[in-house]
């Protein structure tokens, strides 16, 4: 169970960005915002769950790829802006 519950952690945590950008939105700013503290909280409650059973260091490296890697991929699917590199946004 430790496992399902540190994947479903690292799934809210993709949900916390998602809601905050949905927060900028025009009339969607307090959906936004209670949708990013629910995935917080969820997120937070299942790695703690996951935790009990999965050695800190590996919960903690799972957790931050899912969420990292699910919010870019999410972000770059349903936005209208390319996906950048760092150096590929410096340039003038």
């Not at 299942?46 to 899912?66: C, D, E, R, S």
Request: with cysteine.
């Amino acid at each position: 169970m430790s496992w399902f519950y540190l994947i479903l952690a690292g799934m809210l945590e993709i949900g916390w960005p998602l809601g905050l950008k949905l927060a900028q939105q025009e009339g969607y700013r307090w959906q936004g915002i209670a949708a990013a503290l629910a995935c917080i909280v969820g997120s937070g409650f299942f790695l703690f769950l996951a935790q009990k059973n999965i050695p800190m260091g590996t919960a903690y490296a799972v957790w931050t790829g899912i969420g990292a890697a699910g919010a870019f991929l999410v972000g770059v699917a349903f936005s209208t802006m390319p996906p950048t590199s760092a150096a590929g946004s410096a340039h003038s």
